[in-house]
T-cell receptor, first 114, second 114 residues
Framework: KNQVEQSPQSLIILEGKNCTLQ??????????LRWYKQDTGRGPVSLTIMTFSENTKSNGRYTATLDADTKQSSLHITASQLSDSASYICVVSAGREYGNKLVFGAGTILRVKS | DGGITQSPKYLFRKEGQNVTLSCEQNLNHDAMYWYRQDPGQGLRLIYYSQIVNDFQKGDIAEGYSVSREKKESFPLTVTSAQKNPTAFYLC?????????????FGPGTRLTVT
């Protein structure tokens, strides 16, 4: 069964600290992996998209890694800010054979405290 | 939220009533999608449309209907047959339905049925 599991479910950190969010997936065949940021009550916004041949991708203070062999990805946030408080969603694309279907994780809720 | 608008932001209905959620995009995208988001779960695909006058069922289409008469518009009707309609509904669009196309999300409509 195609699944995306994220951990932890929620996380609280102090402003200025770093954190790492995890994503494990069983989606096959794999086309690409995306990380989205979703503010409360808003739609998700894309942070990064990676294919199987890419193992690191950065977007400002956000750095995503991908290990296609172990089917794991992580999102590292550096020098966190209050505005980073949001849900972070890992999404895997299942490839053309499955209509390029996106499989969404349940998200990690991050709260940054001052 | 890009050029995608959803209205209204909050919607309240009595059980047994049909309700239509609006989604409009000015990005000139061919593909449009409807997702449902429930607490603690990943987004689930309700319907998608790759082109005008064509749409396909997603994973949880029962109790929902859509139309795609114009490229810019993809309204979703939640019918009385949907057993548990209270949820956060997200509309998205992408240039095409290809694997690497970015999906841009609207701000969402929170539907409450009592």
């Amino acid at each position: 069964k195609n699944q995306v599991e994220q951990s932890p479910q929620s996380l609280i950190i102090l402003e200025g600290k770093n954190c790492t969010l995890q994503c494990n997936y069983t989606v096959s065949p794999f086309s690409n992996l995306r990380w989205y940021k979703q503010d409360t009550g808003r739609g998700p916004v894309s942070l990064t998209i990676m294919t199987f041949s890419e193992n690191t991708k950065s977007n400002g203070r956000y750095t995503a890694t991908l290990d296609a062999d172990t089917k794991q990805s992580s999102l590292h946030i550096t020098a966190s800010q209050l505005s980073d408080s949001a849900s972070y969603i890992c999404v895997v694309s299942a490839g053309r054979e499955y209509g390029n279907k996106l499989v969404f994780g349940a998200g990690t809720i991050l709260r940054v405290k001052s | 939220d890009g050029g995608i608008t959803q209205s209204p932001k909050y919607l309240f209905r009595k059980e047994g009533q049909n309700v239509t959620l609006s989604c409009e995009q000015n990005l000139n995208h061919d593909a449009m999608y409807w997702y449902r988001q429930d607490p603690g779960q990943g987004l689930r695909l309700i319907y998608y449309s790759q082109i005008v006058n064509d749409f396909q069922k997603g994973d949880i289409a029962e109790g929902y209907s859509v139309s795609r008469e114009k490229k810019e518009s993809f309204p979703l009707t939640v019918t009385s047959a949907q057993k548990n309609p209270t949820a956060f509904y997200l509309c998205a669009s992408s240039k095409t339905s290809g694997a690497f196309n970015e999906q841009y999300f609207g701000p969402g409509t929170r539907l409450t049925v009592t």
